[in-house]
Structures are given as structure tokens and as C-alpha cells.
């Protein structure tokens, strides 16, 4: 944008050439990457984005932006002040599915198969589909000719995936009762016409074709069983469809309660607001622009609600956990950005839409690195606590850790040293009521260190006999002694830069 409008800016600034622009605000980094459990490869790729305050200084001297925020413009209040996120415990058939990802990543990484029999973009587009429930992991199996594995629990009955939690909220929205108004004769009555509307957005599982696994039909049949008249529920029409405006008055009207959309074809262009009470996330999208474009809908001029909801479905220990991680850094990196707001630094491009091996493992093993002992280096777990404590992801990260877990010994010191040498940034995050979940991440993450730390020390330093008491005592003694102070210095007691 800045070489169309303002080629002057760069010229001046000796910037004008991408390379050399490339070179002011952006990093090529070259790193060792995993490629399988026991092999790494160095890999250099454009990786970040570099002096963005003056990057965004350019961009500002020709592009005035102006949020709605900011307009305050007349848009209905969302109930809580924020999305609400509706988490979802994983089946033991879909956690065994993201294991069998894991080995079939594994197997890729080690060039066991050929690209055109198996590779990380199929398996990122089945890990996004096996978080809807467990029938879209039969559905997986199905398509691939295989049975079912003898555990699978192949029940229609068990009703305990995201898309039949939201399939729940639907319905109980749905039974609200409407407005109640004043016909001539005073007497009160709801009218069909008065009752809210809701989208329900997905981008994955939107046709059967091919044996797939459809999300908008189970969910239409899973509404109208529930009671929602079939007359009531609509599929949105494409761009080009003839009665899409029809369609459009129809849901306004109130004659259609319940929409099933995907951000291509209901994302933008459509003026439906009039009635939407509530917007439903089913899937997690890779960008906060198409988050930003599906709550458009409905955080909009011209809804007659006061107030609306927006609910978000989240299968914990899936690629849910992940993408919801990914899209809440980007999200809070462009809203700084576009806020006027002084941006870090240097900001990680996020735009990857195809799982690295690791990050597929991951999923599995909810580990930044592996129980390697002779490979544990700074990388891993480290940068795993750093991203959490400056990129803001403490919300996504609440996704992997329960409630009742215990803070732990290592959760308690990182507390206390949060609050004596960063106490601005301790009042925020327990504020924010996120300060227990980084403290639990933490401590997970340096228990796992020192299990490393532990094996490492005992193949340079071998374990004494433990018939022999007192120098076993005093070897253990020794090994926490080292160990401790390791994960005390690496793991815990990390400097917090503010951006």
C-alpha cells in the first residue's frame, strides 16, 4: 500500500526496493526445526515483522483509521462484554484419533509415505473436523474404507461433542420466549415476527459429499428433533443465488430463527442484523478477520436487541486449543496496531495455515519439546512460557489447564516473583483473573524441564547404589540441588519485557 500511495515516503527513507523494505521490517531467521522425534533440519524463512512503530508510522501518514469503538457508533451490547467460550472435554475416540495424527505426522516428517498418500495439510484438515464430535471421527474413518477401532464407542444416543453442546444452546436460545407487544385491542401477545434470529458459523464439515461429514445437516436434524419447526431453519445462500435477498428479509422478517453460514457466504454483504440474538462459533478460523467479519453480523446498526451473545466451542486437547491460541495472538497484535496503540517491536507472522510436525505432536503430548535428554537447549518449554507471558495468550491457554489443578511449587515461586519485581504487570493479570492459569502453565512446563534435567544428570553423574544410604543421600540431594536451581533460573524466574 505504501509503494502505491506513497512511493515517495520509501524513496526518501531508501526503502523502496523489497528487499530493502524486507530488510527494515522484516526477519529471516534460521533455526533448527524437529522433523521427526529424533532429527532436527535448519530451516530460514521470512518470520517476523521488525520496527513496527515506525512501520506503522508510514502506513498512518496516508490511511486514517477509525474503529467502531471509536465511532461509537449505535451497535447492541454484548452480554459479559466479551464472547463467551463454551470448552468441551475431548471423547476417548477423538483423543485417540489426534494420536494416530501425531504417528501419521511422524511418519510424513520421516518420509515413510508420499506426499499424494498422506500429508500435513490432510491431516491439518482432519484435525479441524475431529473436534466437532465423535461423529465426524466415524465419518473419517468411514471415508478412508476402515472400521472403527474395536474401543469406539459407536453410540447415537452419546450426545457429547461441541456440535451437539451448541446444537443445546440453539435450542434453548430458540425457547426464549419472543417480545411481548400490544395488538389493537391492548391485549399482550408474541408475535413470530418479533422473535430473534441466530447464525450458527462453521467453515468445516459444510457438505457430505464424498462421505463427508456434514455439520449443517446433523445439526438441522438435531434441531428439528429437538422441536424447531424445519420451516425455521435456513442454509445461507451463495453470493449468486437468486432468492439470496429474499433469504435476507425472511431472517429480518423473523420467519427464519436459526442460520447455518460460513464466512464466504455469510460473511460479509449481508444486512441480516434486525433480529440476531446470537452468533455461534462451531469451527475456529485462522484469521481474526474472518472472526471480525461473522460477529459483523450481529454487532451491528439497525439490531433491534439491546443486547446480544456470541458463543465460541472449544474441544479441549484438539486442534481447537491451538488455533484458538494462534488467532488470539494475531488478534491482539492487529488490534494494537490499529488502536493507536504503541505496537511492540517485533511481532511472529501467524499466518501458517498448515500444522508443522511439532505442532502436531503437540497436540498429543501438550509438550513445546520432546523427553530427549541430550536435546533440551533453550528452545522448548522456555519459549512456550515466554509466548505466554508477552503475546496475551492466557485466555487460550486457561483451554489446557482445569480449574482444580493445583498451582504447584514452581506455580507459587513464579507468583511471588511476578509480584515483587513486576508488580504492574501481577495487578493486570489478576485483574484480567488470568494470573492462577500462567502460573499452573508454568509450573507444568518446568516440572518437565526438571524430569529432563533429572535424566541428564543421571547419565553424566550415575546413581550410587541404594544399598549405599548415605551417598545416595547425598547424590539425590546434589541432583535437586543442580536440577532445582536450573529450572529456578530457566523456567521460573523469566524477565517480563513490556511491549
Not at 215 to 240: R, T
Not at 291 to 311: A, D, H
Not at 330 to 336: L, P
Request: some cysteine; overall charge neutral; proline content about 4%.
Amino acid at each position: 500500500m505504501t509503494r502505491y500511495l506513497r512511493p515517495d515516503l520509501l524513496r526518501q527513507a531508501g526503502i523502496y526496493r523489497f528487499d530493502d523494505w524486507a530488510a527494515t521490517f522484516g526477519t529471516v531467521t534460521t533455526q533448527l526445526e524437529q522433523t521427526a522425534y529424533d532429527t532436527f533440519c535448519m530451516k530460514t524463512r521470512f518470520s517476523k515483522f521488525a520496527n513496527l512503530p515506525e512501520l506503522m508510522a508510514y502506513y498512518k501518514e496516508f490511511c486514517d483509521i477509525k474503529s467502531a469503538e471509536k465511532l461509537n457508533l449505535p451497535r447492541p451490547a454484548l452480554k459479559g462484554g466479551k464472547p463467551q467460550i463454551i470448552k468441551v472435554e475431548a471423547s476417548p475416540e477423538q483423543k485417540a484419533y489426534v494420536r494416530e495424527l501425531s504417528k501419521r505426522a511422524e511418519d510424513i516428517s520421516n518420509g515413510k509415505v508420499e506426499p499424494h498418500e498422506d500429508n500435513l495439510l490432510k491431516i491439518t484438515s482432519e484435525a479441524r473436523l475431529i473436534g466437532l464430535g465423535n461423529q465426524a471421527v466415524k465419518a473419517l474413518y468411514g471415508k478412508r474404507g476402515e472400521p472403527l477401532p474395536p474401543d469406539f464407542v459407536d453410540d447415537p444416543n452419546l450426545k457429547g461433542g461441541k456440535i451437539d453442546v451448541c446444537a443445546e444452546n440453539v435450542f434453548e436460545i430458540w425457547s426464549r420466549p419472543g417480545k411481548e407487544i400490544a395488538d389493537i385491542d391492548g391485549n399482550m401477545t408474541v408475535h413470530a415476527a418479533n422473535k430473534s434470529a441466530q447464525i450458527i458459523f462453521s467453515d468445516v464439515a459444510v457438505n457430505s459429499d464424498n462421505g463427508n461429514f456434514s455439520a449443517y445437516k446433523y445439526l438441522k436434524a438435531e434441531l428439528i428433533a429437538k422441536g424447531i419447526p424445519e420451516n425455521e431453519i435456513v442454509f445461507a445462500p451463495k453470493s449468486d443465488s437468486k432468492d439470496r435477498e429474499n433469504i435476507f428479509k425472511k431472517i429480518n422478517e423473523g420467519e427464519y430463527r436459526v442460520v447455518i453460514a460460513s464466512t464466504s457466504t455469510l460473511g460479509t454483504g449481508a444486512n441480516i442484523q434486525k433480529k440476531l440474538t446470537a452468533l455461534h462459533h462451531l469451527d475456529i478460523p485462522w484469521k481474526p478477520s474472518d472472526f471480525e467479519q461473522r460477529e459483523g453480523r450481529i454487532l451491528r446498526q439497525g439490531n433491534e436487541n439491546t443486547e446480544v451473545e456470541i458463543f465460541n466451542y472449544v474441544t479441549k486437547g484438539t486442534l481447537d486449543s491451538y488455533l484458538y491460541s494462534t488467532v488470539t495472538a494475531k488478534a491482539r497484535f492487529i488490534a494494537q496496531l490499529l488502536d493507536n496503540e504503541a505496537p511492540a517491536r517485533v511481532s511472529e507472522d501467524c499466518d501458517e495455515k498448515v500444522l508443522t510436525f511439532a505442532e502436531i505432536h503437540m497436540l498429543y503430548c501438550k509438550r513445546c519439546f520432546r523427553e530427549t535428554p541430550n536435546k533440551v537447549g533453550k528452545s522448548g518449554c522456555l519459549r512456550h512460557i515466554q509466548r505466554i507471558l508477552q503475546s496475551g495468550e492466557y485466555l487460550a491457554e486457561r483451554i489446557y489447564i482445569m480449574e482444580e489443578t493445583k498451582i504447584g511449587d514452581y506455580g507459587q515461586r513464579w507468583l511471588d516473583f511476578m509480584a515483587s519485581n513486576h508488580p504492574k504487570l501481577y495487578r493486570k493479570l489478576n485483574q484480567e483473573g488470568t494470573i492462577e492459569a500462567v502460573a499452573r502453565s508454568t509450573h507444568e512446563y518446568a516440572m518437565d524441564y526438571k524430569k529432563l534435567l533429572d535424566k541428564q544428570y543421571e547419565q553424566l553423574h550415575p546413581r550410587p547404589s541404594e544399598w549405599e544410604e548415605d551417598e545416595l543421600r547425598s547424590w539425590t540431594f546434589t541432583r535437586n540441588f543442580y536440577t532445582d536451581g536450573e529450572v529456578m533460573r530457566e523456567r521460573v524466574l523469566i524477565p517480563y519485557k513490556s511491549a
